[in-house]
């Protein structure tokens, strides 16, 4: 690959496919997912890397897909909340957002559900302040901040 | 955002080369949560930029005999998150996940967020405060600056244009018995600090052995208060004392007006959390 380019052809897995795609260097990941490969799912809301609604989960670590370059992903293993669902189940975290109303306009969810399974995936009991310090960068609007602190502690104790 | 060439050495050597052959028309990216947000808002527009993600250097936390060596590419995560950090600088441990949220974290550098010099930023008063180095590289060279001299003035610093921050070295010696960031957030816990304060110090038989202050948020660049350093040294600790060396910092902060307070305000709280960071360092509090 050449060092230097006003597009680049970028090789990543995303939700465990490979995806080989020429991008211009300056489509941010969110971007890239939504209208390159209609992955619809995570959403840009503040575009300066606050609010969470687009965090996705890169290389095990959450990010904001907005404010992170698609060609900084190269080589990179994404996961998406489309990738959630495994055999036409919904996620654990998926279902408990469902069960105890842990959104209201959606907006935010997929973001929050993402920021929720990246902290799950490295502490899968996490204290309910360490849940809240966690989650402290993923803006709800409609202020449901209650509803998904216990969605995702009841998650938790519902996979035990 | 608009369209710009886009270049990913390997080397820092070959980051320096880019940079010196691009001048003023490129633009450095490690973790990018500050730079391609100001892209995306126009408010910087390189023909080049020079991402340092492809690089393998300068990623590690070493201890090597008394210092500390953080390469410029480890993230505010990485730093949070390391033993050897909360064993030798845990100042830097607390400060650190103390930024933002941990999506920002997980992506930002130290070199990263020295480089952006951002005044409001939470490590430099901490990283001034324990007194931290910094090493400068590039294809001519490299030097050692202590990171008073590297912060020149709202978002300037020493760098020459072909120079990348390698390391940021921090020293083990002297150990100070208690350390604190206190970070004055009125808005929201992942805001940049209306006014922020790190004090480091230790008491000796009741008195004031060795004492560092610095402060954020307070004008063009974070600084130390040596003033207020120099009026405790050698004294017994007394609520008095702690409010005759504070109130010394109402001069030496040029603050501006802005959504997180007035001049005036911040000068007062400047004041206000340099003593009870002085009361948590020194168990008055």
């Known amino acids: 690959m050449s060092e230097t380019s006003i597009s680049m052809k970028i090789t990543l897995s995303i939700n465990g496919t490979q995806h080989e795609s020429e991008v211009p260097v300056y489509r941010t990941l ?26 996705v989960i890169m290389n095990g670590e959450m ?57 799950l995936d490295i502490n899968p009991h996490p204290k309910e302040e360490e849940i809240r310090e966690w989650m402290m960068g993923n803006l709800c609007r409609c202020t449901g901040y209650y509803q998904i602190v216990e969605s995702i502690t009841k998650a938790i104790s519902e996979a035990q | 955002m608009r369209s710009f060439e886009f270049h990913a050495p390997e080397t820092i050597i070959r980051a320096s080369e880019l940079l010196a052959m691009y001048g003023d028309e490129a633009k450095l990216m490690s973790g990018g949560t500050a730079l391609t947000t100001m892209m995306k808002q126009s408010l910087v527009q390189p023909k080049h930029l020079v ?22 590419l480890a993230t505010y995560r990485q730093i949070e998150m390391s033993d050897l950090v909360k064993t030798h600088a845990p100042l830097l441990t607390s400060t650190y996940s103390q930024v933002a949220t941990v ?26 405060a324990i007194g931290a180095q910094v090493r400068l590289v590039s294809s001519a060279g490299e030097r050692l600056i202590p990171l008073e001299d590297f912060l020149v003035d709202y978002y300037e610093t020493d760098l020459r244009p072909d120079e990348l921050i390698a390391e940021v070295i921090v020293s083990t010696k002297p150990r100070f018995s208690k350390g604190v960031y206190l970070k004055y957030l009125p808005r929201t816990q992942d805001d940049y600090a209306t006014v922020s304060v790190a004090a480091l110090g230790t008491l000796k038989d009741g008195l ?38 504070s109130n010394l910092v109402a001069d030496m902060v040029d603050p501006l007006d802005d959504a997180r307070g007035s001049a005036e305000y911040k000068r007062a709280m400047a004041v206000v959390f340099t003593k009870r960071a002085l009361r948590k360092v020194f168990g008055n509090d």
């Open chain 2, 208 to 245: 004031v052995q060795d004492v560092r202050v610095a402060l954020g948020s307070i004008g063009p660049i974070p600084i130390r208060a040596k003033v207020v350093e120099d009026s405790l040294v050698g004294l017994p600790i007394t609520d008095e004392l702690l409010e005759e060396a």
């Open chain 2, 103 to 128: 999506r920002i974290r997980n992506a930002a550098t130290i070199g990263g967020g020295l480089a952006h010099a951002d005044p409001a930023q939470d490590p430099q008063p901490a990283l001034l």
């Open chain 2, 51 to 72: 991402s340092l993600h492809r690089l393998k250097e300068c990623r590690e936390i070493k201890l090597e005999g008394e210092e500390l060596k953080v390469g410029a």
């Open chain 1, 63 to 119: 990010v904001a897909s907005c404010i992170t370059l698609a060609v900084k992903a190269d080589g990179a293993e994404i996961q998406t909340i489309e990738g959630l669902a495994q055999d036409g189940q919904l996620h654990p975290i998926q279902k408990s957002f469902i069960n105890y109303g842990g959104f209201q306009c959606g907006a935010c969810t997929p973001g929050q559900i993402m920021a929720a399974k990246a902290l």
């Open chain 1, 30 to 55: 969110v971007d890239f997912l939504r209208y390159d490969l209609g992955l619809t799912g995570t959403k840009e809301t503040c575009s300066v890397g606050v609010c969470g609604a687009c965090t």
